[in-house]
Each structure stands twice: as C-alpha cells, then as structure tokens.
C-alpha cells in the first residue's frame, strides 16, 4: 500500500492543531507522510506543485481552496470540515469529507487520487502542425468558433488529431483560464460511468467514502472533451441530454442539482449517422452536440501535412528521447508521401519514432522507415486498397530495377521471370520509349547487357 501512495506529496491546513496532527499520522501509516499546517499564511507559503499534489483543506478555508486552484491547477483538494461541503467545491476542491470521518475514509480517497487512469488538467499544449490546405481551412473554422459558447462536435478516423483539435478550441477561447477536462467515454465501464460524469454523494453506494464531484462539475467554467461520445450507453445518452439542455447536473444520492458552466466538445471515429439510424445513438443527442461539425480528414487526403508532420515528430523525439536531431532522406521522403496512412498522425509518429531508433547516422533512410515489420526501403510503400495487380507488378518491377541498379539480368532473375517476360512488360510500361510519369527515374533505359 506504501508503494501506491508514495511521492505524492500531502500539505495539511486545519486550524484545529491536533486535527491537522493527527491527519498526518493516519495518513503516514500507508507509507506517504504529509506536512500538517494551522496557519493559512504557513501554508500558502510551502504549497507548489513540484512537491504536493494533494491538499487537504479544513472548509474554513474556501479562499485557501480557491486561491491554490487557481494558481496550481493540478494539486486535488480535499475539503473536510462540518460544513456540507459546496463552498469548497465549488472553489475548486475534488472532494468534501465531512468530519467525522474514518481513518479509512480519507486513506481511500487520497489512494484513489494517486491511482493511474486518473486523467489530470490539459498538460501544456503541444504545437499543432498545419500545412495542408485542407486543415488551413479547419483552422480557420476553429479560430470563429473557439470564443462561441457552441457544442463542437469532431469527426474523424482514429488518429488524424481530433483531440489536438478539442484542446486548440479550448486554449483559443475565453474560457482557457478555466479548466479543461476529458473523458473518454469508451474506456470507462457503463456501471461506473454515471458517477465519473456527475459525481456522487458520500454514501450514494458501496466505496462512496466521500462527496465526489463529477467531471461536469470539474470543467465549471472550463471545457469538458467527451471523447468518443458514441460509446455513451442509450440510457445515460437521455441524462446526458438533459445536463447538456439544463446546465445543471444531480450527483448520484443527490438531493438538488448543481448548476454548472461547461462549453462541450465531442468527438467520434465513428459513422454517427449510422450509429443514429442503428437506433444506437440518439437523434436528439446528437443535434445538441453537433452545432459545429469540424470533420477532419485522413492523413491519406492531406498530403501536404505529411513532411511538415513527419519534421515534427523527428524534432519532437530527439528533443524527448535527448538524441541527435537527424534529416529525412530523399528515399524516405517519397516513401512516407506515397503510403496511405490508415492509422493517420498516430501512426506516423509511430513510425518516426522507430526510425530515429533504427537511424545511426543523421539521415533517416527508406530502410528505416518500417510499417508493420516492412521496410519501406525494401519494396516500397504498401498498396493502397484500390490498387491494381497490374499496378502493383509495376511498382515492384521497377522498385527492383533501382535495386539491381537497372541491370535486368539481376532483376529477372529476382523476381523469378525470363528476361524476355520482363522486357514485353518494360516495353508495355513504356510509351514510345517514355517510362509512365508516375514512375521516376529511367531503370528500363540504363541496361547495357540487354537492349
Ligand atoms: N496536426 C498535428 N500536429 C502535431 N501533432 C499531431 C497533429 N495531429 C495529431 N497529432 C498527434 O498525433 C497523435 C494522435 O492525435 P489525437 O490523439 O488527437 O488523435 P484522435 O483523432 O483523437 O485519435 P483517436 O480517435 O484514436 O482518439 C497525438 O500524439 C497528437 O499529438
Ligand atoms: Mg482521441
């Protein structure tokens, strides 16, 4: 339990000497040892992020809560006191025990806190490559609606930057002082889902040691992300619905809603419209979170966001991983333009990221560039579905050409045909003695054994 807990820095500020001692000496039994404090100023002086994450807070306090909120917005507070706990919330705190509480009560939540799959505040925002015309427009559309108070929906296949996208929107609006909170919808359990989004009353159920506030009420004032939104159950998608059209949220074992101020974006990978039409997804839902489309396009479709993107994520890995920066090659360049590119961004930096392992040197060459255990630099880009046999044999004639150097001889016999079957090919390839455009370079031409 000691390993769970540790490092995670606890700051104790309660007027009451022996409540705050004795706090820290329940606490230090699971191995984590918190600094007990009975003065506000004592306290406001220590508290920074680098060595607390938790702050527990008496409700005397609500300034206290408030003012670390703001100024460190990663540190989670508890509130306790006898008080019912709102005051605290509301200024921020991520929980309200009230006293009297159990030894075991606030040891839950404090592990709970320290738990991983915890999602914590926007980290800071991560430069947002944009080249191709088609996101320049997207951009544009971002800039208008990030000072509205509109529901933005964002459309798109796995990985072309849905998420970047939601956080931009959030960092360009006024709200960018506030929270940003995510949730992915698709990764917590139905069951539990209910008092992630809206919280809970100390009680509602089993293991409600302490009042929780939902993620709704965490982004008061802020965004809340609601990432793969049609992964949302039927039934919670009609309470959804009327949190989005009343403003106000009922935690689980609440006796009143709790008015909250959110701006909503959404995303999906999905086909919403089929989702509607399979009776999986509501209709009405779906109006309230689509006032603004933003459809992001496939990497496959935004070829001028390739190099640009491909730059970034060298630069970005070499900075990370504290290595040489190095240069794309020639060969490297034109592999990574001819691929398609079915896991979109995520998949690039995937592969960049092998390559500059792969990469002794400082240029990146086409036999780094591996995508699903393939060299790029041995048989070229992958097909692409819609590409012909014909085409295909094309390629690999000729992307074996360049291998041998032009030699035929070689090239037949690597690809198991007769020099003859090769040369009726190269002359169909050919136009008049003009190899087809989209094959550069002249291998057909260079052979001094066979023309
Ligand atoms: N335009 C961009 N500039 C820089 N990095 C980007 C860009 N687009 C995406 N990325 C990076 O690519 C990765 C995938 O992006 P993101 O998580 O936003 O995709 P997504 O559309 O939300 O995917 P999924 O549907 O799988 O959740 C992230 O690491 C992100 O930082
Ligand atoms: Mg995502």
């Known amino acids: 339990m000691g390993e769970a807990v ?41 508290i920074n992020p680098k060595q607390h994450s938790i702050a527990i807070i008496s409700d005397e306090f609500v300034d206290v809560v408030e003012g670390t909120k703001q100024v460190y917005n990663t540190i989670e507070i508890i509130a306790i006191g006898a008080s019912d706990g709102s005051a605290c919330l509301k200024a921020g705190a991520s929980h309200f025990l009230r006293k009297p509480f159990r030894a075991d009560e606030i040891v839950q939540v404090i592990q709970a806190l320290g738990a991983p799959g915890q999602t914590r505040q926007a980290q800071a925002e991560s430069p947002f490559v944009v080249a191709d015309a088609a996101m320049g427009r997207i951009m544009e559309v971002i800039r208008k609606v990030a000072p509205t108070q509109a529901p933005v929906l964002i459309m798109g296949e796995s990985g072309t930057g849905k998420e970047v996208i939601a956080r931009t929107i959030h960092a360009l609006s006024r ?21 992630e989004l809206f919280g809970y009353e100390k009680g509602a159920f089993t293991g409600a040691y302490a009042t929780r506030v939902g993620r709704f009420e965490q982004a008061d004032g802020g965004t809340i992300l609601l990432d793969e939104v049609t992964e ?9 619905l009327r949190v989005l059209q009343e403003r106000q949220i009922d935690r689980v074992g609440g006796k009143s809603p709790v008015k909250v101020d959110f701006r909503v974006i959404s995303t999906t990978n999905r086909d919403i419209a089929g989702e509607i039409k399979a009776g999986r997804f509501r209709n009405d839902l779906f109006f309230r979170l689509n006032v603004i489309p933003i459809t992001v396009p496939p990497l496959r479709d935004r070829r001028d966001d390739i190099l640009p993107l491909a730059a970034h994520f060298v630069h970005k890995i070499a900075s990370r991983e504290g290595i040489q920066e190095k240069v794309l090659g020639a060969q490297a360049k034109d592999a990574l333009l001819k691929y ?38 041995d048989a070229g880009a992958l097909p692409e579905a819609g590409t ?35 040369r009726n090919k190269l002359n169909e390839y050919t136009r008049g003695g003009q190899i087809s455009d989209d094959f550069p370079g002249d291998p057909a031409g260079c052979d001094p054994e066979d023309s």
Do not use: C
């Open 6 to 46: 540790s490092a995670m820095g606890i700051a104790i500020l309660d007027t009451d000497k022996e409540t705050a001692n004795l706090l820290a000496e329940l606490i230090a039994e699971t191995g984590e040892y918190p600094s007990p404090y009975t003065s506000k100023d004592k306290f406001l002086e220590v």
């Open 175 to 195: 709200r960018r002082t506030g929270p940003y909170v995510g949730i992915n919808l698709a990764a917590i359990p139905e069951t539990l889902l209910e008092s």
């Open 232 to 240: 949302i159950g039927y039934g919670l998608q009609a309470k959804l």
């Open 340 to 377: 398609s590119w079915p896991g979109n961004v995520r998949e690039m930096e995937n592969i960049i990221e092998r390559a500059m392992i792969l990469t002794e040197g400082d240029t990146i060459s086409a036999e780094n560039i591996h995508v699903d255990g393939m060299s790029m630099g």
């Open 388 to 422: 012909t046999i014909h085409d295909m044999e094309k390629r690999l004639i000729y992307s074996t050409l360049q291998k041998v150097d032009g030699n035929r001889t070689k090239a037949a016999t690597l690809l198991g045909i007769s020099i003859r079957t090769l």
